[in-house]
Structure formats: structure tokens, C-alpha cells
């Protein structure tokens, strides 16, 4: 399911939140380079209604996904509801 189509489904990627955003434990899927996924996160977190994901890497444990979109804006965004 399409991170920015979340309530729908839809086979294209997105790169902005539009509908819906992810709950906790929703698995959320960076494709960097529009070649492959990149990085897979899960939503540990929720503060003030933004979805706070955590991956393996030490440095994006709860990270703000506004954060993650400002900082990726050319990235594609998958989630998937658990």
C-alpha cells in the first residue's frame, strides 16, 4: 500500500503524505534512488500525530518522518498497515 494512498490501495509510489498517516507498528519503506527499497522503519512512535519510525541504524530511532521527508524530498515512500 502507497504511503500518500494509505486508506486506498494503489501500486504507485508517493513522496508526500496526503490521507492517513501511519499508526504504530505500520511499516513504512524508503526508496532512495527510484531503483530499489532502500531502508525499511517501523513506526515505534506517534508524537502530536506525526509518525516517529526506527530502523537498524542508531541515528534514525523515533525520527520525526516530517524530518525524514524534508531531509529525502526525491525519495518514494511505501507503508504498509500491520
Avoid at 22 to 43: C, E, F, H, Y
Wanted: aromatic share 8%; hydrophobic share 25%; proline share 7%.
Amino acid at each position: 500500500m502507497l504511503f500518500r494512498q494509505l486508506r486506498g490501495a494503489t501500486s504507485t509510489p508517493g513522496r508526500e503524505p496526503r490521507t492517513g498517516k501511519p499508526a504504530k507498528a505500520d511499516v513504512l519503506q524508503a526508496d532512495w534512488d527510484r531503483t530499489n527499497i532502500g531502508r525499511s522503519m517501523i513506526v515505534t512512535k506517534k508524537y502530536r500525530g506525526t509518525p516517529n519510525p526506527t530502523c537498524h541504524t542508531g541515528d534514525t530511532h523515533n525520527k520525526s518522518l516530517n524530518k525524514l521527508l524534508s531531509d529525502h524530498p526525491r525519495t518514494w515512500w511505501y507503508a504498509h498497515r500491520t
